[in-house]
């Protein structure tokens, strides 16, 4: 083992200096100087040692070519490390500038909700403004009458726009709040980026100053040295600063993703903060009464659900807020719905499966019902042979989309007086199931067992979205964004829901799962409510599924 030399007083000559080294280093047990590096045992010896201790099969190294040698490999990586360093110092700035773009984003987007909500409130009591004052003129032709009428009326139309005021209050504090969750998510993963680039930086000043340290000893060089090293290419093959840099790109692109999206129908405003994938969380279970067989049909609000009864045609609607299922309409055996849409907050469309049709018309296989459930017409489409199922929807205009189960036309009917208005005919495809109407006035058509075709108002197929792995498939689509939600048989019961953009890019797989109960056998559609909840349905009970913001 080495130590330093006896001193003079202790009776031994003294060591001549080796130029550039330590020569107060000698062995403990002879007291002579170090001169030779043990490879086999990894330990300094003097040649006492070296001739009586380490004999072949040891291989020696001269001690000033091992103290070259352990030198020259931490000189090596002094490049190395100031690159790396220099490395962390960028991340540190990239750290600010995504955190500085980020924020500003976020800033923008709640500027913007700022002016769309003070120009919805504005436009409210511009309105409330103008109905009092054509009020007031229709009120001075009979004084003492419309008087009376015209004091309901203000307290009327004064109740009514206080319920919007109310409504779009609640949703603009819904929406920054919405913004705070996301800004809030992003700043705890910038925080932590922080924390892991400023540690990794701490690290490398650390063997910076470990270096500067064994570097002014050979016995601490030659002891330490290879920890030292094993320290510094541990920390450079962790490539922190490449980690960070890779999450603030995503951060970033996640963040830039955020919008606000809104949509008007029929005076009343739906809006929501939106554009990112996210994760699907379920947050509520809505049973359906056993007497039922249900088959879910579509949504008709934001929190009401049309399911039929499969055993005898009844139709039933379900509240998703207050989870209350009712009857609405009594079943008949030869129709059933395929189908069901609002056409605005007062009537709603629905599509039917008939067998007794004659004739070259449809009649009775599309009908108009109030808020009630009271029919208010029938509306017919030619018929061109195929099946007895007609599927409907609502587009963007308030037109209705109707559609024969095996036939290549798709109808737009004027709801008000129940006149087609446009016949598209697609090419080389037919109607294999539900139709939807996008935001842009292309429509989604299933085409196939697991296929789905998007073709614009002429009839030119714009993209055809397929999936082997789709055994059975259902689609709906979100209305204020334009994303389709296909439902499918994943494997035996088990089913599964993928997002897909109106381009037929898969955006994201399996973005919630459920096991169908043996109640039913039919799939039922994942729907997709104006405010951006998804509902399934496993076959006893509804499933709301709401999204939220990762990294």
Known sequence: MASKFPTNEEGNAKLRTRKGHDMTWSCDKHGEPITFYCKQHNIPICHKCATKDHQKPCQLGDIEDVIFERRKNLKEREPLIEETKLLHQK??????????????????????????FKDKLKDVKEREVNMIKVINEEADEEIRKINEKREKRIKDCNINSEKKLITIKNLETKLFSDTKTISDVVNKKINELTNKNRHALNIMKNIESTITRINQHDETLVNEAPQVLASIDETLRLNVHQDVS?????????????????????????????????????????????????????????????????????????????????????????????????????????????????????????????????????????????????????????????????????????????????TITMQGKKVRGGIQGLSSGDIVVKTGRNEFTVISRSGEQKAVIHSDEWRESECRVDKLTDTIYITYRVAGKTYAVDQVSRDGIIQAKTIVEYVRSDRVIYLSPCLVTPSGNLVGFDGDKLLLYKKTFIL
């Open 246 to 422: 890779v999450c603030l790109d995503r951060i970033q692109s996640e963040t830039e993703r955020v919008k606000s999206v809104e949509e008007e129908v029929d005076g009343e405003y739906f809006g929501r903060i939106d554009g990112y994938i996210g994760r699907w969380e379920l947050v509520k279970s809505i049973h359906i009464p056993s007497v039922v067989k249900p088959w879910v049909r579509g949504l008709i609000s934001d929190d009401e659900i049309c399911v039929a009864d499969e055993k005898n045609n009844d139709m039933y609607v379900t509240n998703i807020n207050t989870q209350h299922t009712q009857k609405v309409i009594d079943g008949v055996s030869n129709m059933y719905f395929t189908s069901c849409a609002p056409i605005n907050s007062n009537v709603i469309v629905c599509g039917k499966w008939r067998c007794d049709w004659k004739g070259d018309r449809l009649d009775g296989c599309i009908t108009l019902y109030d808020r009630q459930w009271k029919m208010i017409r029938d509306i017919s489409i030619p018929r061109n042979g195929g099946g007895n199922s007609v599927y409907v929807d609502v587009d963007r205009d308030g037109m209705i989309l109707a559609a024969q189960i095996c036939q290549s036309n798709i109808y737009v009917i004027n709801p008000d007086d129940g006149k087609i208005v446009n």
């Open 91 to 116: 991340v540190e700035s990239k750290i600010n500038a995504v955190s500085s773009s980020s924020s500003k984003h976020l800033q923008t987007i709640n500027k913007k909700l700022q002016k769309t």
